[in-house]
């Protein structure tokens, strides 16, 4: 149980457009989802913390304009790179939670995202 | 804490032997730890948590050990076999109490287990 399935896995694009990258819980509500991005032998670094119905919740130093968060449902939640430009390019990843379940984050298998 | 920007140390082990993760925390009131496996090219997968109140826990092959004196956390693999061989983060929620589930990622540690 406790699948988060993220999507694309992979994706390359021109500068300048925009990308969406979906987050899905499949077979849990998560009260909680979040983005991560990773650079190459790098660790994971927070970007944004989403609640289902309310605004996101930035971490220092991410652009809310540049990276923009939905979170619709207690299932989905995505996470848009607008006017994309090549150093955007890297590693998100989101994973979701839930207080119900008493677990901690449980992660989808990220999106590489390549910005030409 | 947070480890953004430094890159990783690696462990390169023997099949067969013992593997020795460490992380080091810096937030005195941390009362919640857990390890990840990050494999190339996914998302990282739970492993083993430990609370404060605990020294240690053991899993499958896998052993946590939590110094509180001296801050520091550790993760044993017994055996340790191929399919090891991966990125090992340890992440701890950013105050005492967990804030909706809010991590933050240690440096992480590149496991490399040579046939």
């Known amino acids: 149980g406790a699948v988060v399935s993220q999507h694309p896995s992979w994706v390359i694009c021109k500068s300048g457009t925009s990308v969406k990258i979906e987050c899905r819980s499949l077979?849990?509500?998560?009260?909680?989802m979040f983005w991560y991005r990773q650079f190459p032998k790098q660790s994971l670094m927070l970007m944004a913390t989403?609640?289902?119905?309310?605004?996101?919740?930035?971490e220092q130093g991410v652009e809310k304009d540049k990276f923009l968060i939905n979170h619709a449902s207690l299932t989905l939640s995505t996470l848009t790179v607008t006017s994309a430009h090549p150093e955007d390019s890297s590693f998100y990843i989101c994973?979701?939670?839930?207080?119900?379940?008493?677990?901690?984050?449980?992660f989808g298998d990220g999106t590489r995202l390549s910005i030409l | 804490g947070e480890s953004v920007g430094l890159h990783l140390p690696t462990l390169s082990v023997q099949e067969g032997d013992n593997s020795i993760i460490n992380c080091a925390y810096s937030?005195?009131?941390?009362?919640?730890f857990i390890w990840y496996k990050q494999e190339s090219g996914k998302g990282p997968q739970f492993i083993i948590d430990?609370?404060?109140?605990?020294d240690k826990r053991q899993g499958q092959r896998v052993t946590v050990l939590l110094n509180k004196t001296v801050k520091h956390l550790s993760l044993q693999i017994a055996a340790t076999q191929p399919g090891d061989s991966a990125v090992y983060f340890c992440?701890?929620?950013?105050?005492?109490?967990?804030?909706?589930?809010?991590?933050?990622f240690g440096q992480g540690t590149e496991l490399s287990v040579k046939p």
């Open positions: 994973s979701a939670h839930s207080n119900r379940l008493n677990q901690p984050q449980h």
């Open positions: 077979d849990f509500q998560a009260t909680t």
């Open positions: 989403s609640n289902e119905g309310s605004k996101a919740t930035y």
């Open positions: 937030n005195s009131a941390s009362d919640y």
């Open positions: 430990i609370r404060s109140n605990m």
């Open positions: 992440a701890e929620p950013p105050g005492r109490y967990n804030q909706g589930g809010k991590l933050i």
